[in-house]
């Protein structure tokens, strides 16, 4: 690891890190003690200094942590970054989920629409059809969550 006197432009430290990825300074502690993300550098008094590069990992972590998955299997799941060939394949997983995303919402967004154009008209609220829509929006929600789950195991979270 390297040491530094002063701050260089291109680290953050852990305090701004976790404010611009929306952690706590004690989440990174706890992640660099259970070895899911060490900071890149630090400065002679100890201070910890993050690179981009961390800020991707960081995003990998929290991206896995909101699938569900344990930070067991995090750590033993994190793609590798290292070659940009890696960085092609994480980003080609990510674009193909976001796409599969982006269909299957189309049809609840559009019986959205649908039903907030009719309660303009008719100033009445069908309350079966505004429950139904929302049934089926939670029931997308929670395949979504499962496909990228299983999307991730397949093709997105394999160490290279």
Known sequence: MKKHRA?????????????????????????DKEGLLSPSSEREGGRRLYTHKDVIKLFQIQY???L??????????LPNIE???????????????????????KDVLISIEELQTEIEKTETVDWAKYANITIA??????YLKIRRQAHFNQNGGRKT
């Not at 569900?68 to 799941?77: D, H, P, Q, V």
């Not at 070659?83 to 599969?100: K, S």
């Not at 929006?137 to 929670?142: D, P, R, V």
């Open 68 to 77: 569900g998955f344990s930070l067991g299997e995090i750590k033993s799941r």
């Open 64 to 66: 896995m942590k909101n």
């Open 137 to 142: 929006l939670q029931a997308k929600l929670m």
């Open 83 to 105: 070659r940009p060939e890696d960085i092609v394949h994480v980003l080609t997983a990510h674009a193909n989920e976001i796409r599969g995303t982006v269909t299957s919402l």
């Open 7 to 31: 701050i260089p432009q291109a680290y953050l430290t852990v305090g701004e890190l976790a404010k611009k990825m929306g952690v706590t300074i004690r989440t990174l502690q706890y992640y």
